[in-house]
């Protein structure tokens, strides 16, 4: 596996290492000593599955209890996929880092905790798995706009994005709880 840095800290890219021959493809999609390799210890509890039509926007979230660090990889399709720094005494709050991720390139990242998260489905069909390190907390989510002024996001859009009610009604990174 091949790590790679990102203009955002602790955000890694992960290239894979893909063999392919005749029958097809096979890559390893987790491995804990490549991460310990970059000095982390991860312990992932729980697998989450999406598929989105194309335009639709999940995000931007976070748990600020119960924070969940997240390794995104898409099986099908391709999004634009968006980390936020919510750490209040990071030099970089609020700068953000958006990647292209396709099943045709295997490329995942690695956002860990104290980020945001988001994505923006660009095929007609998106499929993402992505593994967390806590469980699911309802209680302690946050939800940052999506098209926030203060962010400046430059999503890839054609046209306005289907969100969910949640993402709809989202507040401005100045208004909602961060860490510190």
């Avoid at 905790?113 to 007609?124: I, M, P, R, T, V």
Wanted: hydrophobic share 40%.
């Amino acid at each position: 596996m091949n790590i790679l840095p990102s203009r955002l800290p602790g955000v890694l890219l992960l290239e894979p290492r893909v063999y392919e021959d005749l029958r097809g493809i096979f890559f390893e999609s987790w491995n804990e000593r490549d991460f310990e390799r970059c000095g982390l210890a991860v312990r992932f509890v729980q697998d989450n599955h999406t598929r989105s039509r194309k335009g639709v926007l999940r995000g931007l979230h976070y748990q600020i209890r119960q924070p969940q660090a997240k390794l995104v990889r898409v099986v099908a399709g391709e999004i634009f996929d968006v980390a936020v720094d919510v750490r209040r005494s990071s030099p970089f709050f609020g700068k953000w880092e958006g990647v292209r991720l396709s099943a045709h390139s295997r490329t995942m990242i690695w956002i860990p905790e104290g980020y945001a998260h988001g994505f923006l489905a660009l095929s007609e069909a998106a499929e993402v798995i992505y593994k967390v390190t806590s469980f699911h907390a309802p209680e302690h989510e946050r939800c940052i706009l999506w098209n926030d002024p203060d962010l400046a996001i430059d999503w890839p859009l054609s046209s306005e994005p289907t969100l969910s009610v949640k993402d709809a009604t989202g507040s401005r990174l100045r208004d909602v709880e961060v860490f510190p």
